[in-house]
């Protein structure tokens, strides 16, 4: 996670700790922000991100050539043979295949 995503997410929750002490001032049921739930969703992506750059750096260490596979109704060994320099490209029109 870069720096500038750990400040917007500090930030994100700062504020929804204001707004919510602010409500509760006002007598406000004490709830979940939605500001606290995008610096939550925020969290879930990049994990998503790391796990991601993390299977892409170790794949590229030991060998430049993987194979994407997915799984269609009835398909068990759908996939494709894919260079990890176009890993992207090829997950992105693997994606668009899928119905």
Known sequence: MTD?????IAKLRYMARQY????????????????DEAA??????????????WLRSEHERFDPVCHLSW?????????VWVNTANLDADIDAAMKEQP
């Open 71 to 79: 799984k269609h109704a009835g398909d068990r060994n759908g996939g």
């Open 40 to 53: 939550d969703e925020i969290e879930r992506l990049q994990a998503d991100a790391g796990r991601y750059q």
């Open 20 to 35: 919510t002490a602010g409500s509760a001032a006002r007598g406000g049921q004490p709830k979940k922000h939605y500001l």
């Open 4 to 8: 500038k995503t750990k400040t917007l």
